[in-house]
């Protein structure tokens, strides 16, 4: 029963970052680097929670959050696609623009809370022994978060439009060449990414912890960030990493619950070490693990005319 | 599928013709009132020196570049080419200078932006090995693009460009990064290509090649058209001339000297550079004498740039792995290096010898301050590195609009003929320079090699990189070939044919096992 409960917490804190990291993954996938993820997040957070509180309803929640994500991140792409700004800096304030209108829509929502999202019960199977409500008494996000790693890996490794995009991540210059159309693959690449981080931050204000506080995302955008290069640019692998992290979260609550003489700081603190020796492990495995990475990622490409 | 001419009609109109084509950049005028034609069944070469204006207008005939004035006719119609697709949908198929391949992907994904979308990738796979090998150019559709050597990837450019059965194939220098043998190979695919009634337009300024292979050349000199000829009934250097619109100056060899001591040596010398596209150096060794100059001859991205860098002291490598004068260097940096008189000129003139937005005698301070202590205690010598500069401009003939201008003004040749005057200013006891003449026009390019020459007979231990086998033959003593990051023996120029070289630089070690790949 204890290890149950501990696992089934590790799954609420891995689907968010799952969930903005595989959109990431494909915004860089295309070349473009946003580091607004946290902001995105953030203003998906608030964005599906003020829906769900004012319609009553979960779903339209979810959807409002991703579209407000995808609405952020059109902003981001309009400034670094269109008018080729550098895209770090553009990204850092996006984060910066993110955080601070998510707490002026989120004003009047402080202090109200809401039920959970609903486990999706499958009579019979939910029931099992062991397994029964890790594997089927989930919240439709998680089972969301995992289809569409499937989709995100079937797209890339197996559609022609996936295909299309890793060439125009790999060498614009090329593409364009090729007449492949970059700016809008990188339109709809970062527009999905958006979308995913505002359905990572409804997942934190309508799953996680019902209710909407300030910073709530509390760097699970960064974490994200780090974990896209964590995979190698491999969704199943980003997945994998996802709960991992999920995994440290949990474990230091549980520890400083058990009474471990660390300094709580300390232990809050672990996801965000675990994240930096995590880049440090893979960036010393130079080939191995940049034969997935996008080699325009972060370059803004301007046409010749 | 193949298109067809029909030898009943008088004279049918070109199958691509350009009308007073004019491109602008800005105040440059890069195209200027360009007529040429091209007729199916031909090949025709688009002749002229670096900057004349070649990659421009192949760039507006494919629809990259969109022309600022004048008329594009394809079969006798105008025609708007706004797009690459735009081309390719007409039949107009081009194979890149610089590769326009996707280095993770596959040879197969890499073809596939050639075909509809809908052609599943099994199945282009097996029409990549068909066409491949019934043009004679085979490949492993499987293989990762980051695998294969140039001359393949040239390959996958060709096939990919043939996939679609185009009538008109424009080549951009393809054969400046091959070996001879596959030169040979490349032009029996053009001349089937010919047969086939397809039209090809040969970019090319090596004129040798021009006049073997095309039927007819036109010729451009600073954006304008200044000749279309038959070059068989042309001669390399009447071609010469109107590309250059002078007579070529030949280079004089130097007088004859004894040679020094080694000044120069490199013993097995090993390393990798931790990025996916590096090359890795493999027991490398090397000596050079001094008063005498070393060709390393090699097709590009064979690790010409890893080892300019291991020489030059980008990094670090055993301390007795490279030795100058008789010192160990290996730990040393790049500036103690230039303290013990070597002087290095590397590949990127823009960016790597010289920075845009500094003046020359800024740039001097760049790669001189320490060997000729121009910043004694922190301090900037301005009025040396003025006076060095000027001496340079002065004994290279850089042609500048002021005494003192940005290095982003200059042209590249005489950028080119500053960052080599720079280090040659010194005379330095060992030279290490990596494409010395690269993009650079037929005067700048004899005057700097003449300079190499001269530095050389006086006394220095002298190393060219270079991918231009007519500038290795022309300056060297002796000769080596780097493939795949090994270094071969190196050999007196007079015993080394063509062929031989182009073996050993296909990775045969002695030039005489003749199983090239």
């Not at chain 1, 910073?215 to 491999?234: H, S």
């Not at chain 2, 019934?134 to 001359?151: E, F, I, N």
């Not at chain 2, 054969?175 to 001879?180: A, D, E, N, Q």
């Not at chain 2, 490199?266 to 090359?279: I, M, T």
Request: neutral net charge; proline residues 5%.
């Amino acid at each position: 029963m204890w290890a149950e409960a501990i696992i089934l917490t590790v799954i609420t804190a891995a689907t968010p970052l799952a969930l903005a990291a595989l959109g990431e993954l494909v915004t860089e996938r295309s070349g473009v680097l946003n580091l607004g993820v946290e902001g995105m997040m953030a203003v998906g957070a608030v964005t599906a929670f003020a829906v769900a509180v004012t319609t009553g309803s979960g779903a339209a929640g979810i959807l409002a959050g991703a579209m407000a994500g995808a609405a952020l991140s059109l902003i981001f792409a309009f400034l670094t696609i269109t008018l080729a700004t550098n895209q770090v800096a553009t990204g850092l304030a996006l984060t910066l623009f993110g955080l601070g209108i998510s707490g002026v829509i989120g004003d009047g929502f402080v202090g109200i809370s809401r039920p959970p999202l609903p486990q999706l019960e499958i009579p019979g199977l939910s029931d099992l022994p062991l397994v029964g409500r890790i594997l089927f008494r989930q919240d439709a996000m998680v089972y969301l978060s995992i289809a569409l790693t499937a989709g995100v890996w079937w797209f890339l490794s197996r559609s022609r439009q996936g295909l299309k995009l890793r060439a125009v991540g790999d060498s614009h210059a090329s593409a364009h060449a090729l007449g492949l159309n970059v700016m809008l693959t990188r339109y709809l690449a970062v527009m999905f990414g958006g979308a995913c981080a505002g359905l990572g931050g409804a997942y934190l204000s309508l799953a996680y912890t019902p209710m909407w506080i300030d910073d709530m995302t509390a760097g699970r955008g960064w974490i994200a960030l780090a974990l896209v290069v964590f995979a190698t640019w491999m969704p199943w692998r980003l997945l994998a990493g996802a709960y991992l992290f999920g995994a440290i979260t949990i474990l230091q609550f549980h520890a400083q619950g058990a009474g471990i003489g660390l300094p709580s700081q300390l232990m809050s603190s672990l996801p965000y070490l675990a994240t930096i020796v995590a880049l440090v492990l893979i960036s010393g495995r130079g080939r191995l693990a940049l034969r997935h990475t996008p080699l325009s990622l972060g370059k803004s490409f301007v046409p010749e005319r | 599928m193949q298109p067809s001419v029909d030898p009943s009609s008088p004279s049918p109109p070109p199958l691509i013709e350009t009308v007073a084509l004019t491109k602008h950049f800005g105040s440059v005028t890069a195209n200027d009132g360009i007529d040429i034609a091209v007729r199916a069944g031909e090949i025709h070469a688009l002749l002229g020196e670096n900057g004349a204006g070649k990659s421009t207008l192949v760039k507006m005939l494919f629809g990259v570049l969109q022309p600022t004035s004048g008329e594009i006719r394809w079969e006798g119609e105008p025609v708007i080419l706004d797009s690459p697709a735009g081309a390719q949908a007409l039949g107009i198929g081009m194979v890149f200078q610089h590769f326009s391949l996707f280095e993770a992907l596959t040879v197969a994904e890499n073809v596939a932006f050639a075909l509809p979308d809908t052609m599943p990738l099994r199945q282009i796979a097996a029409e990549v090995r068909e066409i491949s090998e019934s043009y004679g150019l085979p490949l492993d559709p499987h293989a990762p693009m980051h695998r294969l050597s140039v001359g393949e990837r040239q390959r996958v450019e060709i096939v990919r460009c043939l996939m679609r059965q185009p009538k008109l194939i424009i080549l951009d220098e393809p054969t400046s990064v091959l070996t001879p043998q596959e030169t040979e190979g490349l032009f029996e695919t053009l001349e089937r290509l010919k047969r086939e009634g397809r039209a090809v337009l040969y970019i090319s300024h090596r004129l040798s090649e021009v006049k073997r292979l095309c039927d007819t050349a036109t010729v451009l000199r600073q954006g304008r058209k200044v000749a279309t000829c038959d070059p068989r009934q042309e001669t390399p250097g009447s071609l010469a001339r109107m590309m250059i619109g002078s007579e070529v100056r030949e280079v004089k060899p130097a007088p004859a000297h004894e040679l020094g001591p080694v000044r120069l040596s490199v013993d097995r010398l090993s390393w990798r550079k931790p990025e996916v596209q590096s090359v890795a150096l493999r027991d490398v060794s090397l000596e050079v004498r001094g008063g005498e100059i070393l060709g390393v001859a090699g097709v590009a991205g064979n690790g010409q740039e890893e080892l300019f860098q291991a020489l030059a002291g980008f990094f670090t490598s055993a301390p007795d792995a490279i030795r100058i004068d008789g010192r160990d260097v290996g730990k040393l940096d790049v500036n103690t290096r230039r303290r013990l008189g070597a002087a290095f000129v590397p590949e990127q003139r823009m960016g790597e010898a010289a920075v845009g937005e500094l003046h020359l005698s800024e740039n001097t301070f760049l790669s001189l301050h320490a060997s000729e202590d121009l910043a004694p205690r922190g301090w900037l010598a301005m009025s040396r590195a003025r006076a060095i500069t000027r001496r340079v401009i002065e004994r290279f003939d850089v042609r500048a609009g002021s005494a003192d201008p940005l290095a982003s003004t200059l042209s590249g040749g005489n950028l080119q003929k500053y960052v080599v005057g720079r280090e040659l200013s010194r005379s330095p006891g060992v030279l290490v320079v990596n494409q010395p003449t690269w993009g650079v026009d037929a005067g700048a390019a004899t005057m700097i090699r003449q300079a190499l020459i001269d530095l050389a007979a006086a006394g220095s231990a002298v190393v060219v990189i270079s991918q231009d086998l007519d500038e290795i033959y022309e300056v060297s003593d002796r000769i080596a070939a780097i493939s795949h990051g090994r270094l071969s023996a190196a050999r007196p120029v007079r015993e080394l044919t063509v062929e031989t070289l182009g073996l050993m630089m296909a990775g045969a070690e002695s030039g005489e096992a003749a199983h090239a790949p």
